[in-house]
């Protein structure tokens, strides 16, 4: 049995972060980290971007060399693993036989993505993408292919629509939802999309179902629900994720509804050895008054460090604003709060001009705040206006006045 202070599950963001957390507080304490995947700790975002177009190495996509690891006395296990976590014995298993002890433990273990359940679902050029190889597979495919269908119209569908369509690929968009990035952006903005990618030569396809996918071994039609039948010669899947929690579960950690670990502000579990970051966590939110579970960058980012730093002996709460961003061609746009639900909004400049905000309001108090182009001096007052929960009455009009300093708003 190898023995070690720090056990980390997780081959993310937030399993890599972790590390450098623990090195931050602890720097000598003895950390492994564990990853199924063949690769030292990466980042996604650029999978659908940089790296599927084929402008970004695997430089921009590991967060370090396996060598920073080596220097800072991080044993880095690739491509096995962890079967199972004996919390009383304070022992993890690997799929290879190596247990592994340790003192604290963090589950960093982000989710992977679904596959719709449709037949011909797993027919060959039929991708999903999450890993390294995914990307890999899809720029590949896009070599000898004419013709892609993305399934899902929300972040990953668009903007791996988006890089498909730079490849030279022509690119149909399909999505049950009525409108490009439904759920996190008002309809004018989506109409401004649905424009941009139709410019591209995108065909969108909203509120339409795939029902299944044919072909001789590979892909060759998808049909459609609305009794259309589109050929193709690539297929990629953007259709959400499943958590992986099996590890928790079976530790016996409580999860909520959605299958996520709970933690409390520390990033801490229901066992006080075990902690969880990132995609798989559920937090509370002190902002929000409610437990958020976010499955963005920023947060994994934010959270393994901070989980990392606790486990290695500080005692801090994790605070954050949930934040994320995306890039649809020349389009890019960051977001900070709680979009889960929304039911107003009041926009800043003019979509025209390219740079404006979308202020989020539920119930009549601020939830977050979509961001184009905007002045750096505003990046701070919007965040305080969503720590403070500022309310819509009274407020709307001096947010649409560009003339009124946000920071005056928030006073
Ligand atoms: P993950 O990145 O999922 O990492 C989990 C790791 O744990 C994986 O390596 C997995 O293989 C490993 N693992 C799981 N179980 C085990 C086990 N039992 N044993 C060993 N290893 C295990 N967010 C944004 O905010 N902006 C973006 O533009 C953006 N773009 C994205 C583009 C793509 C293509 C994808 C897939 C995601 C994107 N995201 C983006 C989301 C962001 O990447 C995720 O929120 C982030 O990856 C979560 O990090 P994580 O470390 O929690 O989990």
Redesign the pocket.
């Known amino acids: 049995m190898l023995d070690y202070k720090y056990v980390i ?7 890599g972060r972790a590390c450098d957390g623990i090195r931050k507080v602890d720097v000598e304490g003895t950390v492994a980290l ?4 063949p690769h030292p700790p990466y ?3 650029p ?3 940089g790296y599927l177009v084929g402008k970004d190495g695997l430089d921009k996509v590991y967060l370090a060399g396996r060598k920073h690891y080596a220097e800072n006395g991080i044993d880095v296990l690739t491509g ?4 199972k976590v004996d919390a009383d014995e304070h022992r993890v298993i690997l799929g290879d036989g190596r247990v592994l002890a340790y003192g604290k433990l963090l589950l ?4 992977q ?1 679904k596959r719709l359940r449709i037949p011909g679902g797993n027919l060959a050029r039929v991708f999903t ?2 890993r390294i190889e995914d990307a890999q597979a899809i720029r590949d495919a896009a070599k000898s292919g004419k013709r892609a269908m993305v399934l899902g119209g929300s ?2 569908g668009s ?1 791996v629509a988006a890089s498909l369509t730079r490849l030279g690929i022509e690119v149909t968009m399909v999505f049950p939802e009525s409108r490009l990035l439904a759920r996190v952006v008002p309809g004018e903005l989506s109409a401004l999309l649905h424009k941009k990618y139709e410019g591209h030569g995108i065909q969108i396809m909203p509120g339409i179902k795939p029902i299944s996918l044919g072909g001789d071994e590979m892909v060759e039609w998808v049909e459609l629900d609305n009794g259309q039948t589109v050929p193709v010669d690539l297929v990629v899947m953007g259709v959400g994720i499943a958590l ?1 929690t099996t ?1 928790a579960q079976d530790a016996e950690l409580d999860v909520d509804n959605e299958g996520a670990v709970m933690v409390n502000s520390s990033l801490q579990t229901s066992n006080p050895h075990i902690y969880a ?4 966590a559920a937090w509370p939110s002190f902002t929000f008054g409610k437990r958020l579970h976010v ?6 980012r934010g959270q ?1 460090l901070r989980a990392g730093r606790n486990m290695a002996g500080e005692d801090k709460e994790y605070t954050a604003i949930p934040y ?4 649809l061609f020349d389009f890019g746009f960051e977001v900070w709060g709680d979009l889960t639900i929304w039911n107003q909004t009041v926009l800043r400049g003019t979509l025209e001009s390219g740079s404006f905000a979308v202020f989020y309001f539920s119930q009549a108090k601020i939830v977050g705040v979509l961001a184009v182009d905007r002045p750096d001096e505003e990046r701070k007052p919007m965040q305080a206006l969503i720590r403070a929960r500022v309310l819509y009455e009274g407020l709307a009009a001096r947010l649409q006045e560009e003339a009124v300093d946000l920071g005056e708003v928030i006073g």
């Open positions: 599950i997780g081959g993310g963001l937030a399993a564990v990853t199924d995947e980042q996604r975002p999978l659908s971007k096995v693993r962890a079967t960093a273990t982000g989710g993505a993408l999450r972040f990953i903007e992986n590890l970051a990132g995609d798989i499955e963005h960058w920023d947060v994994a393994g994320f961003f995306s890039d």
